[in-house]
Each structure stands twice: as C-alpha cells, then as structure tokens.
C-alpha cells in the first residue's frame, strides 16, 4: 500500500498562499509540488514548481524548442514574466490545477499509474474524507518496488 512508503510530513499550502510565499517554500524546503489544502485539510488542489516557474520565467522559454545554439541567455536570466509586485498580488488559488491524488489504501501499482497517466512525480495521498495525509513521490514508489524485489515478496 502507498500509505506505507508514502512521506508523512507533508509541506502544504493554503488557497490564499502568496506566490512569493510559495516560491519561498520551493526554495527553503526543496519541494516540487505543493497539495493545496482548505481550512480543514482538505486536498483543494496541487500547485507544481512549474506553475511557479511560469509565473517569474521569461515568455521566450516556452517559445523556443531547441535551445541548444543559445549558448548563454545572459542579462535575460534576471528578467522576470511579471514584475514581482504583481505576482505578489497571485494566490494558489489563481495557480493551483486540480488535484491528482489517491487513497492511502491503493496499492503501489495503481499510484504508479496514477502517475504515469498524468505525467507528475509526485503523488498527494489522501484518507477517505479527502483529507491530506501525505505524498508519494516516483522515488518513494521506486523504492517500495525495488525493495520488494530485493526481498523477493510479491509487488501489491
């Protein structure tokens, strides 16, 4: 079950988290995901590094496929997609997607598909309530596979 291999100490955000605070969560804690949980604890939904990327990184990053001729991009590396008293002004709730999650209960394999499917690497787990009671990454899920493998126990 995922609930075994999951990590219990989940660092979270609240709707009405700033961007900037949020940023600084990412930086301090080195997460990349961050479950967005309502006053109760409740998965509301999922901010990833890459929403918060989107909101200080230049527009010309997505424009461009390969970027492989571009030695160094230079004076355009301290150069922000919106002026930092504006992304101040967005709240998880302007960044969140809906939230991907599982049930405690599931086993590994469904939580690897899980994944798969919808292409993150990390996974908030939840209890039957929909509260948040931790999150799996591919490496937690990794192991727990590698593990059973290495101990010869079949895989649930």
Known sequence: MIGQWMKQQVISVRPTTTAPEAARLVVDK???????VDEQGTLVGVVRVRDLLDVFMPDFVHLL?????VHDFGAMENRTRRP???????????LMQPPVAVAESSGLLRALATMNKHGIRDLPVVDKAGVLVGIASLVDIAAAFLAKWL?????L
Request: glycine share 8%.
């Open 30 to 36: 080195h997460v990349g995901t961050l479950p967005v």
């Open 65 to 69: 496929e390969n970027i492989d001729f």
């Open 84 to 94: 930092l008293a504006e992304a101040a002004g967005l709240t998880m709730a302007d």
């Open 151 to 155: 101990d010869e126990e079949p895989i």
